[in-house]
């Protein structure tokens, strides 16, 4: 057998093959091709993030007090009950039947829509069918004044005064579409169901025409802080033009304190009286159009020094 012939190699790892050819100058030449060879292009860097947008915040309208409301008023605190503490917290039971009587009063006189009428209905027949009972919860009551009061027209400013504060509540402006709705409600139930007893049925329905009103204070409560978080952003550069701010600002700076919702209703616009033939006390009638709210809404503008200065 042959033995394959033997095939020098070079110290540099260099060989010739049986054909004399030389592996080294491939090796070599591959290296050169490459070593010559261009990389392959890198991609384009990406392009810069745009601009970021310049953010303008809208400036609000300052808030308006819940159903044309005034801008500055005392809301009456809630006591330990829960209740809020007004002229008709913590009645007597003749007491709760005279304020009964006296809201449906105010009802009949304020809410004169066409689809109130059963509030002026039911008010009559209650008065008609429970006259005697009536006028006995009115006598009890007076003397209540008179064992108060040594001078008897002493008793009578008193219970006017007090009388006056139980119409001006139940004639509120602001809560006067809640109002006439529960109203409405309780006549329809009474001239279904004549009451007899004038103390149940003022039991059973009174928190019922109060519900308007407390639902006003829950509101009215929500439009001070937000007036008063618009006022502290907003107050410095746009109050001047908001007619809720001049107000609310010029209150502040009087340090007056804020009117109450009874004192109130005998400065609202178009109030007229009706005299109560049993009590002699003016009971408020405020023409009032429901769903509507006069108070001007004026888009917000900067007091800038050039306006401030008249330039």
């Known amino acids: 057998m042959t033995a394959a012939p033997h095939t020098p190699s070079s110290p540099h790892g260099t060989r010739r093959t049986p054909f004399g050819l030389t592996i080294t100058a491939v090796v070599v030449g591959s290296a050169v091709l490459a070593a010559c060879a261009k990389p392959a292009p890198l991609p384009p860097p990406p392009p810069p993030p745009p601009p970021l947008a310049r953010v303008v915040e809208a400036v609000p309208y300052r808030p308006l007090p819940p159903g044309g409301a005034h ?5 009456p605190a809630r006591g330990p009950d829960g209740r809020r503490q007004t002229v008709n917290a913590n009645l007597t039971d003749d007491q709760l039947v005279w304020n009964l009587r006296s809201a ?21 027949a209650f008065l008609t069918g429970n006259a005697r009972k009536l006028t006995a919860v009115n006598d009890r009551i007076e003397k209540t004044y008179t064992s108060r009061f040594r001078v008897r027209r002493d008793a009578i400013v008193a219970r006017d005064g007090y009388t006056t504060q139980v119409y001006n509540f139940f ?5 006067r579409g809640g109002f006439c709705r529960a109203a409405l409600d309780m006549a329809n139930r009474a001239l279904l ?19 308007p009103f407390d639902q006003f204070f829950v509101e009215y409560e929500a439009y001070q802080v937000a007036s008063n978080d618009w006022d502290a952003k907003w107050g410095a550069m746009f109050g001047a ?10 209150a502040r700076m009087s340090g007056a304190p804020a ?12 109030v007229q ?22 108070q001007p809404v004026v888009e917000p503008i900067a007091n800038t020094p050039e306006r401030a200065s008249g330039q």
């Open 171 to 175: 004639a509120l402006p602001a809560a």
């Open 104 to 124: 449906w009063n105010v009802a009949a006189l304020n809410c004169l829509a066409p689809e109130y009428e059963p509030i002026l209905d039911g008010y009559r």
């Open 193 to 211: 169901a004549p009451p007899t007893d004038p103390l149940a049925f003022a039991q059973a329905n009174f928190d019922g025409l109060l519900a």
């Open 259 to 270: 009117p109450s919702m009874t004192s109130l209703v005998g400065q609202s616009a178009g």
């Open 273 to 294: 009286t009706v005299i109560d033939p049993q009590t002699g006390v003016p009971v408020p009638v405020i023409p009032v159009t429901e769903g509507v709210i006069s």
């Open 71 to 75: 801008y500055v008023m005392d809301i």
């Open 241 to 250: 033009s908001q007619p809720g701010w001049v107000v609310v600002n010029e």
